[in-house]
């Protein structure tokens, strides 16, 4: 009888379990929880933990092994997600909202990641949505997500309390095919690393797609 594989052995889970072991190193490292929670707009607990708002849902964090539930369950994060939240909160500097919009390959080394940036983000984000863009607006609601002043139509979706994340589309007409583009606040940087970013929108669209195809 052949062994099922675990996920171990499935390099892609391997090096998520690395990242969030790591991340989980860091988490421990830090001497002012009630300092980071501030930085991150996070609630501090007396009872060794913290809450988080990602995508319109509470988490709580485990002070200092790192376990993530969804708050007052005990549902626990998906890996992905548990990485992302550990790395917004080990990595908050606490910079407000500026205000000021700007895109991809203005992140540190965004120029060189944008074409996988581009395959992995604005291309589903087209294909899900671009022909029926109003369904962005439905999608994202589910995530905690308004509808923007931006393209043809756009939603803003707060991933965390200070990382606002724009999603952009264009109808498109008999000569030109729906486009789209993804806009953040800049202060993102302070807050995720480049790739972190493209991970969150990512999963913003993939979660908002799933949601469409299971209406």
């Not at 203005?106 to 029926?132: D, E, M, W």
Request: hydrophobic share 40%; glycine share 6%.
């Amino acid at each position: 009888m052949k062994n099922r594989r675990s996920s171990s052995d499935n390099p892609w889970e391997r090096g998520f379990e690395l990242s969030y072991r790591f991340a989980r190193e860091q988490l421990a490292k830090i001497s002012d929880i009630k300092k980071q929670c501030r930085r991150s707009g996070a609630r501090y607990l007396e009872s060794n933990g913290i809450v988080i708002n990602y995508l319109n849902q509470p988490y709580r964090i485990m002070i200092p092994d790192g376990k993530i539930l969804l708050e007052d369950s005990n549902i626990e994060a998906p890996l992905r997600d548990k990485i992302l939240i550990l790395h917004y909160f080990t990595g908050a500097r606490g910079t407000p909202i500026t205000g000021k919009l700007i895109a991809y390959k203005q992140l540190p080394g965004g120029i060189s990641y944008f074409p996988a940036f581009s395959q992995r983000t604005i291309a589903p984000l087209v294909n899900h949505f671009g022909k029926n863009p109003e369904l962005l607006v439905k999608a994202a609601a589910r995530l905690g997500g308004r509808e923007s002043d931006y393209g043809d139509v756009s939603v803003k979706v707060n991933a965390f309390d200070h990382v606002p994340i724009i999603l952009v589309l264009w109808k498109g007409d008999e000569e030109l095919s729906p486009n789209g583009n993804i806009l953040f606040d800049a202060n993102i940087s302070d807050y995720l690393s480049t790739e972190d970013v493209t991970v969150l929108c990512e999963t913003i669209i993939w979660k908002m797609a799933k949601d469409i195809s299971s209406a």
